[in-house]
């Protein structure tokens, strides 16, 4: 199950909304071995399409670097989809390398009309683990954003 606060999940929805008609991309980081969600960021997608999705190779070394530093770890990888289902295509399935991370894929399709307007439509919001080209939809709960007092031990 993927435990993902308001903030961060409004935030990922605002960069699908944001990039459409292209596929978005990104990542939120948490500290190793929590599975927290925490620290939204937001990529570049190289390819710049409306079907596809690439990091940019120097800016995902700069972050796994970044990452590393900071002992996080991402575990959400996410991207967009503007014309399809929320799920994941045998490309994204390929693409998947990270065994403990969370890919949410969100849906633009019915956020806008047929000119590409924005209808500040519904978005379809889901998470799946990828392991081994085996794909698992799991459940999203969207909690409330944490306060500084509540994320500092």
Known sequence: MLTIDQEIYDAIVAHARR????????????PEGSDRP????????????????????TELLALYKDMDARDEEPVVVYHSHTATEAYPSR???????EPNAHYVL????????????????P????S?????????????TITPPQTEEESTP
């Open 123 to 126: 978005v379809e919001f889901r």
């Open 91 to 97: 490309t994204d399935i390929g693409l998947a390398s």
């Open 19 to 30: 990039d459409h008609p292209d596929e978005a991309c990104g990542v939120v980081a948490g």
């Open 38 to 57: 925490e620290r939204f960021i937001p990529m570049v997608n190289a390819a710049g399409s409306p079907t596809f999705y690439e990091f940019d190779s």
């Open 106 to 121: 969100v849906s633009t399709r019915d956020s806008f009309d047929e000119d590409g307007g924005n209808t500040e439509g």
């Open 128 to 140: 799946y683990r990828i392991i081994d080209g085996v794909v698992t939809e799991e459940e999203v």
